[in-house]
C-alpha cells in the first residue's frame, strides 16, 4: 500500500501496476497475489486511507463538548493528517475521483465517518444546510478544508491564521 500510495501520488492513476511492484520490491505478477485486479488495489487503498484520515479526525472526540469545539476537534484533526500526510492526501484525490472506485468501497469507506455524519448533521440542523443532501455538506467542508491545506502549506508563517480563518468559515457555513 505504501508504494501505491507513493506511485500514485506521483503518477496518477494511470500509472502501470508494474512501477507500484517495483516500489514495493516485488514483482508486478506478485502483486496480483494480493490483488486479482488493479481495481481492487485501488478500491482497498481508497478504503485504507479514509478509513486512516478519519481516524485522524475522530480519535479522543470530546464528546462532551458543544457542537462547535467537536467540530474544531475534527478540522484540527483533518487538518493535521492532510499536512503530514501529502502523498496519501494527492493518492486519496486521485482516488476520490476514479470510476475504479467502486460504490461499495464509497459506502465502506463512509463507515469510518459515521460519527463526523452525526456531528455535522448535528451542526447544521438549524443553519442554512439543513435541508442540502449530507455529501454536499460534505463536498463543501471538504473543499474549505482542501483549501485551508493548500494556504497552510504554502504560507506555513501564516499558518495558524489560516486555520482559523478556514474553520470559521466552515462554521458559519454550517450554523
Do not use: C
Not at 517495483?22 to 490483488?35: D, I
Not at 481508497?46 to 485522524?56: D, G, N, S, V
Not at 459506502?107 to 444546510?129: F, H, I
Request: hydrophobic content about 45%; glycine content about 6%; overall charge negative.
Amino acid at each position: 500500500m505504501t508504494a501505491a500510495i507513493k506511485i500514485i501520488a506521483a503518477q496518477g492513476l494511470s500509472a502501470p501496476t508494474a512501477m507500484i511492484g517495483k516500489e514495493a520490491g516485488v514483482s508486478n505478477g506478485a502483486l496480483f497475489t494480493y490483488f486479482a485486479t488493479k481495481a481492487d488495489l485501488l478500491n482497498q487503498l481508497y478504503i485504507e486511507l479514509k478509513a486512516e484520515m478519519a481516524a485522524a479526525t475522530t480519535t479522543d472526540l470530546p464528546t462532551e463538548a458543544d457542537t462547535r469545539e467537536q467540530v474544531r476537534h475534527v478540522w484540527k484533526g483533518w487538518l493535521r493528517w492532510a499536512i503530514d500526510h501529502p502523498q496519501e492526501r494527492r493518492a486519496l484525490a486521485h482516488l476520490g475521483v476514479s470510476h475504479e472506485v467502486t460504490a461499495e468501497s464509497h459506502e465502506a469507506a463512509s463507515k469510518s465517518y459515521a460519527d463526523v455524519a452525526a456531528l455535522l448533521d448535528r451542526s447544521r440542523a438549524s443553519g442554512a444546510l439543513r435541508d442540502a443532501p449530507l455529501m454536499f455538506v460534505a463536498s463543501l467542508v471538504t473543499g474549505i478544508v482542501d483549501a485551508t491545506v493548500d494556504y497552510m502549506t504554502q504560507d506555513p508563517a501564516s499558518a495558524e491564521k489560516h486555520d482559523a480563518a478556514g474553520f470559521e468559515a466552515l462554521w458559519r457555513i454550517l450554523t
